[in-house]
């Protein structure tokens, strides 16, 4: 707390200087901390509130001034509270509190992955509007008879990064599909990357003008008419490490190359922040590994289940996580990431 404090008082005095403003990137990023640590500070003292009314009531209890049921509803309500903030606390690292762009692409299977894939675009935006965070559409590849091949969306909001980067893997389908006329069973999958909006200038991301191709295009789905008759969307694609990054979400060609940018230079953050987080994995041998690319979590709508195979957190109503219920399975993952161990999936 007392380095929080410090920090608070630090940065404030920076906002009264009179060019605070002249950098507003920079001032931004500034008040975003601010933010961020007062939030802390507000939650610590809400905590030692209830601790307090808590110890105070258990002494009222003894005197018979309250009663003993008085006292079990206190210390629930102390209990969760607590409890939730030291969950959050595991979100510790520099890239958590950052935005977040969260991009998904259509497996094999036609017009059943494409389907699947927009069931899932659908399912984090109702995530993010229920938990207050904002939702930019940056791109989006419509399938070629339903659904989408693959989109891009910019999640914003304190912490974002931090509570989706548990999404990053292959999601798994099984119903009985809509589109085959005999209604069998059918298997499809998608893919789902998330990576942190890099946003902070302190970060160092140098990225070479001769290392990068640029392809300019139309832009497809919603977007109006200027954005299907010009070609101001915008390919970038890294040489040295192959990444490609797209949007379509400004008007003009200039802001969609600038948008794709930073897209990039987060991009290869992530890249280079995974990498040290290998090379620690490597020493902690013994440890459960994440490795992009694997399958994380099936979706059984007939059997009417949802599970995730790293946490084994498994729930009875998919209906309610394709609405963009997915508290639980973040938070699952996050106390498992602290502590991964391995886990049993018998499941078919």
């Known amino acids: 707390m007392d380095n929080r404090l410090r920090e608070i008082e630090d940065l404030t005095s920076q906002t009264l200087d009179p060019n605070f403003w002249n950098d507003p990137k920079r001032a931004e990023g500034i008040q975003r901390k601010i933010g961020l640590s007062k939030n802390w500070v507000d939650e610590y003292y809400r905590i030692a509130r209830e601790v307090d009314d808590l110890e105070g009531l258990f002494e009222f209890q003894k005197e018979g001034l309250s009663t003993e049921t008085e006292v079990d509803a206190q210390y629930s309500r102390t209990a969760e509270i607590l409890g939730d903030a030291e969950f959050r606390s595991t979100l510790n690292k520099k890239e958590d509190a950052m935005n977040a762009v969260l991009t998904i692409n259509a497996g094999a299977g036609g017009t059943e992955a494409c389907d699947w894939s927009a069931m899932l675009l659908r399912m984090y935006k109702m995530w993010a509007d229920k938990n207050g965070f904002k939702v930019n559409e940056l791109f989006e590849q419509e399938g070629d008879a339903a659904g989408i091949k693959s989109a891009s969306i910019e999640v914003r909001g304190d912490y974002a990064y931090g509570w989706l980067k548990s999404e990053n893997g292959v999601h798994r389908l099984v119903r009985i599909s809509p589109?085959?006329?005999?209604?069998?069973?059918?298997?499809?999958?998608?893919?789902?990357?998330?990576?942190?909006?890099?946003?902070?200038?302190?970060?160092?991301?140098?990225?070479?003008?001769?290392?990068?191709?640029?392809?300019?295009?139309?832009?497809?789905?919603?977007?109006?008419?200027?954005?299907?008759?010009?070609?101001?969307?915008?390919?970038?694609?890294?040489?040295?490490?192959?990444?490609?990054?797209?949007?379509q979400a400004e008007r003009s060609q200039h802001q969609n190359r600038d948008r794709a940018m930073q897209m990039l230079k987060s991009r290869l953050y992530e890249i280079e922040v995974r990498r040290r987080q290998e090379e620690k994995d490597k020493v902690e041998a013994g440890k459960s590994k994440i490795e992009w690319g694997s399958q994380i979590r099936s979706y059984v709508l007939d059997d009417r289940w949802v599970k995730d195979l790293r946490t084994g957190h498994k729930v009875h109503n998919p209906d309610a996580v394709l609405d963009g219920d997915l508290q639980p399975f973040l938070k699952a993952f996050l106390m498992w990431q602290s502590n991964p161990i391995p886990v049993e999936n018998d499941d078919d």
């Open 179 to 247: 589109f085959n006329a005999q209604g069998k069973r059918q298997t499809s999958f998608s893919s789902v990357f998330v990576y942190p909006l890099v946003e902070d200038d302190s970060i160092e991301i140098v990225i070479r003008p001769d290392d990068i191709e640029m392809d300019v295009f139309r832009a497809s789905g919603a977007g109006g008419q200027h954005v299907n008759r010009t070609e101001s969307a915008v390919r970038l694609r890294h040489l040295p490490s192959g990444v490609v990054v797209e949007c």
